[in-house]
């Protein structure tokens, strides 16, 4: 995990929405690389920068194991990998060195759109179904309520309708999954957007003045869009 290596290796979404704009903002930063997009593994050309298509999902874990140096990744799944970790009293991994201004969305509680909203104590010995299990149990515990947590990986939306689940926890975007699924949100437990993971502690090779470099350009590239 702390082999020496003169080359950064990042991590970035195959496809979703986080794969686009992830390869605009590097392409901004000036970064270029030999393969196409369907390939898993991306040469760094101008800069010796690699790319590495995964899903979202496993970008905490290859930063973990320092398969990856870096890693474009929602806060979300950044937020729960932390939360994992600390639950199981190993240290932080992975730290959010930038913000990236992209992919905006909530992680919210939603509940059946019939039901009358009067707050979190209606929640009390529900099951909620979600792909975010510790941060879910995290503020439940700080909130007092007992409730029951239903671990799905995806098509979390439609676990009510399916009678598996009372309400959701689940990430917002438009709003139209939920809706779609005749869910309302009532509670925000998380903001969240791409932002940049990358190791605590610093470099000590020749990756250290590659990501000063990277980051600088992003910054400057990050000024201009603002
Ligand atoms: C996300 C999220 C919701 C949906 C919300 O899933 O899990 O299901 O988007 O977006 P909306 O509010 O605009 O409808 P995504 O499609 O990104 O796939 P994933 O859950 O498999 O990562
Ligand atoms: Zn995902
Ligand atoms: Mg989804």
Redesign the pocket.
Known sequence: ANAVRDRLRIAIQKS??LGDPSRALLTACGLDWRESRDRLFCYGETLPVDLLLVR?DDIPGLLADGVCDLGIVGRNVLAEQAAERAQAGAPAVAAELRALGFGGCRLDIAVPEDWDWQGPEQLRGCRIAS?YPQLLRRWLAGEGIDAEVVMLS?S??IAPRLGQADAVC?????????AANQLKPVLTLLRSEAVLAGPVRPFTDARAALMQTLLRRMDGVMRLRH
């Open positions: 979703g929405r979202d792909s995806g979390v939306e689940d990430l917002v975007s438009s709003g139209a999954t939920l």
